[in-house]
Every structure is written in structure tokens, then in C-alpha cells.
């Protein structure tokens, strides 16, 4: 009976002298595990065999107190605040300022850039967020992930501030994309927060871990003396998925008793030491922390497996113990029955079975009882739950105006026109809403694609949540009756929607060939697109335009048409898309409140400063892609001096000091005719021009691109005098192109619309 605790002892010490030995290796490796308060754990480390990779070297600054671990990268060192074996990586990140006197004179005014190497910033975990009663935030990304983005925040009174709220009004906010891994960001300020200084002097942008920063009125002062924010990036080892890494186990970075994970934020896969196991994955000896009780004292040991069968003492089983990789189980020899555990119901031998039939007979009806008990409720249950999932989508059909669509629909006689899809459908279309389905995301939503029953590819936009007045979803209906009828062979095509959730979710055409930002701004900086298609994709655009301005049932104004929203399909034929802002302008009222919405670079000046939205927004909107399609260039950018950082500005300056064949494209310098790229060049300024009423409408622009086009195919037509001449004689057939055909981010406020009644000059259906 002693044999066992002895042997219990024996190899306890056995052990404790192996990880003793283990842990004076590890000490006399020269590795250090800390940085003041930050454990360095591998795969990063300060010096060379420390670390698993270059991109893990991390160093350590002893001058200051305490102690600071820095992150190396190109654009200079960025301070680590913690390392998490779960993939993260938390840093600190300063902050853009734009700040100015009373007078209005700009005192302060810096970028901020962040090239974090290998690793991507956390989706999931961070937002961009700007901060003022007068201010633009603008994001971009680079080396790697090619975006650009920002929001607008602006408030007349402190006191209109809602604390904990980033929705524009004195706080705005932005998600990032997946995989980046560089971007810079500024602030800028329309009035050089001259309307507002006495208690909002500076706007604040910066990229911050969102559950570690909630808004308030005190930081439009002076951001509560903030100079730094926490962020989170994510990190995985390797290049690999795992199933391709697990082809060769010796340079697995997944060690002993771990598993291994794809990395869903760019290349490469994450370890996670398996159940029953604790540690760190990464290390040679991988995971392998086990806990045993010896004389109530606990004793934790670092070793591939302990057999407890042998070690504990007592026993952990009443009779037969097995040992198991990372644990044990107890069982009972043929006779007896129970759970074989020493602190359980151990081992007893089985009565004689003429005395226990009664008993089992007693236990089968229990048993049989509880079961029915238990299938009842748990039928009522679901019943039940199964009922309050019913009664919430119906309360939500009803809410977003699912019985007003329907007699809409029937009335109109356009009940295939919107057709309205259950959230079922949409749920099984888009596999869940799974991440590897979403096609984009922004300020309003995000966008998946999905598979109908009948194989139909289908955009599915799935708005943020947001409440909403009953006057909003009348609305909200009415356009999805007018939008789902807009027929335009250069528009995208609304198919339906579904009222059965909290937003309502909407249904589009999908379009195959990505956006014409991403074909104009590639990676490499030089588009593939030539100047014929440029300007066929400029003439189908300004159509589609016109199409709505003029021709649509009741006349519609986009509101948001940049590049990003202009589709290609895969003969490069434009589709403009994203109706979400569009707003309907009935032509019986001379006046209608809304909130318009547009994006830095191309939102309509006049716009901003008079609070007044015309169809001639969208001109304004449509010159900076004109500029866009011509230069190359991005409506916003860093790389270019201050005062040329808004697009259109640089471009009105060139035309002014007669230097636009310095900045046209390279490619379409190469492929278009001078006096025909002046002609363009010249449109574009008239669409760019400051006063509204002074901009030419959308069936003008539309038409003399059409004109330009023929003009290129046919060579007797030249000069500007042929050109008007053949406008004149086609103008019947250039009219029932903008007319119709056979097939069809972002907090930029302005708070009413004059509305230039609009008369539609030739029907498209």
C-alpha cells in the first residue's frame, strides 16, 4: 500500500529536476522574456535566434523608464503595448491635428502614416474616426491594399453634440478594409473652425482600437490632452494555409500538441494549442502544461504527457485508471458497475438480477417519463421560439412598409418590377453572410454576393442598423417602387428587396468587372483602359445620368456618383450603381428636406456652402470622374502639395495656366487627338464651374460626349461648327439613348433641396 505514494514522490522530483533543467536551458539561451511590463513572447524576440522572422525582431529601449518595446519598420519605430498569442499585437499611434487662432489662421496641421510591415491592421477591432465641429477626415491606403475614404463631422453648438455618438455631428467615423497594412491620414477644415473656435479650435483624425475610445463633448476643447491612441494589429506566421504548411511538418510553425488555423486578414495561419493543453504553441516544446495535486500542495510541470494512473496519490480511479494524452479515465471490471472515480460513485458490485428487476422496471418508467417531459418542453420551446421568430419578421415586414410596397406594387402594376424576397432567401444566397462573400463595404452598409435558387448572381446590400420614422420608410418605399422600374441599359438594375429584417435589405444586379476606380488607379499606376474606352465609359455614364435627371418617371438625382460607383461588366460597359442615396424630386413640389450625401473630393461646393441640392450636384460630381478619366489621378490625394490635394482645384488650375497636356494621362496623350482632348478637357471645366446654374445639365454633357465620340469615328466631321451640326441632326437618336434602353461614405450634410423642376423630355419605357 506505500508502494504507490513513494513512487507518486519519486517521480514528482523526477520531473520537477527535468523542468528545473528545462528552465535554466531556456535562461541560458540569453532570450529575454520582458520588456518592463510587456512579456516578449516567440515568435518575437530582440535579437537574432530569438525570433522566428525578421518582421518578429522587436527591440527592447533600456534608456527609459519604464522600459518601451518598439516594432521596426520603414516609416520608423512603433511603441508595443502588449503581445497576445492570439494573434494580436497592440501599438500606440498619434494623432492628425488641423489646428487654428481666432483669427482663422492655421497654427497646426500634420499627416500621420503607418507602414506596420507584415502585419494588417485589426478589422474587427479598430475605426477611423474624426473629431470636430468643422472638419474633413480623409484615409488612404497604399503599399499594398489601394483605397481611399473619409467622413465629415460639423456642428453649429456644443450643446447639439451627442456624447458616446460618431454619426457626423461632432464626431464621424469610418471601417477599415481587410489586409492593410500601410495608410496615412489628415484633417482638414472647410472655415478654419472660424464659426465654432470659442470652444472646437483644432480637428483631431486618427485610427483607433474602437471599444478603447467612446466620443465626448469635452474632447472638441482639446481631445482631453490626448497625443497617442491604442491600436490593434493582427499577426500569423508563414505565407501558407495550413493545409498547404502541414506538408512539410519540419517548418510547421504549429509545435507540439497545438492545431493550426487559416489567417482570415491576409496571408499565412495561427496556432492554438489543443484542448486539454495550455502554453505557447510557437515554442519548440510546444504545448504542454499539466496540473496535478501532491499533499495539497499544486505543482505545475512542462512535459509532453504525466500518466496521473501513476503519479496521484490516491488514486484517481476506485479500480481500473487509463491513462490518456493529456488526461485519464476510470472504469469498472465486468461485475460491477458506476463511474470508477475515487471522488465519484467508484465500483459496486451488481445485485442479483431477480432483485433488481422491479427496480429497473421503476427506473425504465422514470426514465421514460422525464424523456416525455423533457421532448414536451422542449417541443413548446421551440414552438414558441419558432413564433417570436414569425411574429418579429412579420413586425418588421410591417415596419419597413412591406404591406404599403405590396398595394404600391399592385397598384402601379409593377408587381415583378420589386420583387420582395424572404430573409430565408437572402440568408441561404449569401451562405450565412459569410466574410468570404462580401464584395465592399462603407459608410452605409456592406455588400455580399449571393446565388439565387436559379443560380442568378445577385449584389446584396445590408445597411446599418439605424432607426428609421415612419415618414423615412415611406419614403424609403416609394423609392423602391420608382428605382426598381429605372430601365437603362448604363444602370444597375434594382431586382427587389426584403422587409423581414431590422434594415431592409436590398437586391441588385452583380456586375462582374470591378469598379473604374480600381481600372484607373491600379497598383502599378498605369491603367489599362484606353482613350476610346474612357470615353465611351464617360458617354455611357453621362447617359444613365441624364436617363434619371430627365427621363425617369419622376426625375431622380443620384447624389454620390464617383468612380467607385460607376461598375464595368466584362465588355468594359459602364452600369452606375449605389442608389442607396439617391433622392426622388416629385415635380408638383418646389422644395424638399433631405440629407444629401456625397464624398470628399466630389461633392458639389455650392452644395456645401448654400445647403441647396440640384441635379446639377451630380454634374459637379460627374466633371471630377471627366478629370479622373483624363489625369489618372485620385479625386483625393496626399502625394500631391497641399494645394492641389483636391483634384478638381488642381485640375481648373492647369486649364487656367494652359498646362493641361503636362498633366493628362501618359496613355491617353499617346491614343487621343489634341483638338478632341481639349474639347473634353473643356466640358470637364464647364462641369466643374462653382455656380450651379452656370454647369450645363446632364443631357447636354451627355449628348456633346456623344458628339465628340462620332466626331473621332467618322474624320469629315471637325471643328466645333461640324460637331454642333451633327448634334442637331441626330439628336432625335442621341435623345433616346439618355432616355432609356432595352436593359438597365461618406457624411457630407446638406439639409434641403431647391428643386429646378425637372420635366422628363422622352419617356424610357
Known sequence: MLLQPMLAWVLGAAVLAAATVAAAAETSSGCPTSCGAINITYPFGTKKGCYMEEHFHVFCDHSS??????????????????ILLSGELHISSSIALDCYNKQGLQVTNNQISVRSGK?????????FIAIGCDTYGVIEGFEGRNYSTGCLSQCDSIDNVINGSCSGIGCCEKSIPMEVTSFKFNV??????????????????????????????????????????????????????CDEAKKNLTSLACKANSDCYDFDNGPGYRCNCSQG???????????????????????????S??????????????????????????SCPEG???????????????PDSNNILPLIKIALGISISVSLLLFGGSWLYWGHRQRNIINRREKFFQQNGG??????????????????????????????????????????????KGVLPDNTIVAIKKSKVAEQSQSQIEQFINEVIILSQVNHRNAVKLLGCCLETQVPLLVYEFITNGTLYDHIHTVGGTSSITW???????????????????????????????????????????????FGSSRLIPVDQTQLTTLVQGTLGYLDPECFQTSQLTERSDVYSFGVVLVELLTGKKAISFDRPEADRNLAMYFISAMKEDRLFEIVDEQVINDAKADQLEEVAILTKRCLRVKGDERPTMKEVAMELEGLRMMEKNSWLNGKKNLEETQYLLGDQLSDAYSGGTSMSNSAACDGIANHVMSPFHSGR
Not at 406594387?409 to 424572404?422: N, W
Request: glycine share 6%; proline share 5%.
Open 277 to 303: 493543453y495550455e502554453g505557447n504553441p510557437y515554442s519548440p516544446n510546444g504545448c504542454t502544461a499539466i496540473e496535478f495535486d501532491i499533499k495539497d500542495q499544486t505543482w505545475w510541470f512542462f512535459a
Open 305 to 330: 504527457d504525466i500518466d496521473e494512473c501513476i503519479i496521484s496519490s490516491p488514486s484517481p480511479c476506485n479500480i481500473i485508471c487509463h491513462n490518456l494524452p493529456g488526461t485519464y479515465s476510470c
Open 65 to 82: 523608464d519604464p522600459h518601451k518595446l518598439y516594432l521596426n519598420t520603414s516609416e520608423g519605430s512603433i511603441e508595443i503595448t502588449d
Open 336 to 350: 460491477y458497475e458506476g463511474d470508477g472515480r475515487t471522488d465519484g460513485l467508484g465500483c459496486s458490485p451488481i
Open 119 to 127: 502585419f494588417p491592421i485589426s478589422v474587427t477591432r479598430n475605426k
Open 403 to 448: 404591406i404599403m410596397l405590396q398595394q404600391l406594387s399592385i397598384r402601379e402594376g409593377s408587381v415583378q418590377s420589386a420583387k420582395i424576397f424572404t430573409a430565408e432567401d437572402l440568408k441561404k444566397a449569401t451562405n450565412n453572410y459569410h466574410e468570404s462573400r462580401i464584395l465592399g463595404q462603407g459608410g452605409q452598409g456592406t455588400v455580399y
Open 532 to 578: 476610346e474606352n474612357r470615353l465611351r465609359i464617360a458617354t455611357e455614364t453621362a447617359a444613365a445620368l441624364s436617363y434619371l435627371h430627365s427621363a425617369a418617371s419622376t426625375p431622380i438625382i443620384h447624389r454620390d456618383v464617383k468612380s467607385t460607383n460607376i461598375l464595368l461588366d466584362n465588355n468594359y460597359i459602364a452600369k452606375v450603381s449605389d
Open 188 to 241: 482638414s477644415s472647410h472655415d478654419n473652425h472660424t464659426r465654432v473656435w470659442e470652444f472646437n479650435p483644432c480637428s483631431y483624425a486618427f485610427v483607433a482600437e474602437e471599444t478603447n475610445y467612446t466620443f465626448s463633448s469635452i474632447d472638441l476643447a482639446n481631445l482631453q490632452n490626448r497625443s497617442m491612441v491604442p491600436v490593434v494589429l493582427d499577426w500569423a506566421v508563414g505565407n501558407q494555409r
